[in-house]
C-alpha cells in the first residue's frame, strides 16, 4: 500500500546532540511537510519542500533543518535539542495538481525525547 | 498562524450517540478539511469540503460549512467506541498548492 513512513517511531536524544528524523513516502507525491505536534495541542508546521524548492515557516527556530535529497525522502534535523523540543515529529505528503484538493497524507509520527 | 478555533475542547458521549464539533476561522478559504488523530499516531484525513459548498457527507460524516460566518461543523452519527479520537479542523486558502492551518481539536470520548 502507497503509504508515509517515519523512522524511528521513538526517539531518545540528549540535551544538545544531533538526531536526525526522517521520513519516506511511495505516494510520489511532489510536496512533503514537517510539523511538531506538542501534548493537546495543534500541529505546528514547521517547513516544507513543493518538489526542491524550500519553504521555511517564519518561526521556525533556527535549530531545526531540513533535507529533501529526492521525491521519497526528507529529513528532520535538529542540531542542538533542547528540553523544548520534545514533542510528536509528524510528516506528511501532498499531491499538487490534476484536482488534487491539497489532502495531507501524515505518517504514523517521531516521539522525541530530549533528556 | 493558528486560524481555526475547534468547540468544544473536549467531548464525551455514549455509543450510539451524535457527536457535534465545530470550528471557526478568521480569513477567506478555499476549502475546509476535517482530519482524525488517534491517540499517539498520525492525522488521517476524513473529508474536504470546497468554499462552493454548504453540506457534504461520507459514511456516517456530516460536514457543513457556512462562509458567511466562517464556520464549519463536523458530525459524526450513530457514534462507536473506535471514534474515540481527536478531531481536527485545517483551513487552505487557496486550491492546489496552499498550505493547512490548523485548529486547536476537539477531543472526543465515546463510552461503550
Known amino acids: 500500500d502507497a503509504m508515509v513512513i517515519q523512522n524511528p517511531r521513538y526517539q531518545v536524544t540528549q540535551f544538545g546532540k544531533p538526531v536526525t528524523l526522517s521520513c519516506s513516502q511511495t505516494?510520489?507525491?511532489?510536496?512533503m511537510y514537517w510539523y511538531q505536534q506538542k501534548s493537546s495541542q495543534a500541529p505546528k508546521l514547521l517547513f516544507h519542500?513543493?518538489?526542491?524548492?524550500?519553504?521555511n515557516e517564519a518561526d521556525t527556530p533556527d535549530n531545526f533543518q531540513s533535507r529533501r535529497p529526492n521525491t521519497s525522502f526528507c529529513f528532520l534535523d535538529i542540531r542542538s535539542p533542547g528540553l523544548g523540543d520534545a514533542a510528536m515529529y509528524l510528516c506528511?505528503?501532498?499531491?499538487?495538481?490534476?484536482?488534487?484538493?491539497?489532502?495531507?497524507?501524515f505518517g504514523p509520527g517521531t516521539r522525541l525525547t530530549v533528556l | 498562524s493558528q486560524q481555526g478555533e475547534e468547540d468544544p475542547q473536549a467531548l464525551s458521549i455514549q455509543e450510539g450517540e451524535n457527536a457535534t464539533m465545530n470550528c471557526s476561522y478568521k480569513?477567506?478559504?478555499?476549502?475546509l478539511q476535517w482530519y482524525r488523530q488517534n491517540s499517539g499516531r498520525g492525522l488521517v484525513h476524513l473529508i474536504l469540503?470546497?468554499?462552493?459548498?454548504r453540506e457534504k457527507h461520507s459514511g456516517r460524516l456530516r460536514v457543513t460549512l457556512d462562509t458567511s460566518k466562517k464556520s464549519s461543523s463536523l458530525l459524526i452519527t450513530a457514534s462507536r467506541a473506535a471514534d474515540t479520537a481527536s478531531y481536527f479542523c485545517?483551513?487552505?486558502?487557496?486550491?492546489?498548492?496552499?498550505?493547512?492551518?490548523f485548529g486547536k481539536g476537539t477531543m472526543l470520548l465515546v463510552s461503550p
Open positions: 519542500y513543493y518538489d526542491k524548492d524550500f519553504n
Open positions: 485545517a483551513t487552505a486558502q487557496n486550491s492546489g498548492y496552499s498550505t493547512l492551518t
Open positions: 469540503i470546497r468554499s462552493n459548498e
Open positions: 505516494l510520489n507525491h511532489n510536496v
Open positions: 480569513t477567506s478559504i478555499n476549502n
Open positions: 506528511a505528503t501532498s499531491r499538487v495538481g490534476g484536482g488534487a484538493g491539497n489532502e495531507q497524507f
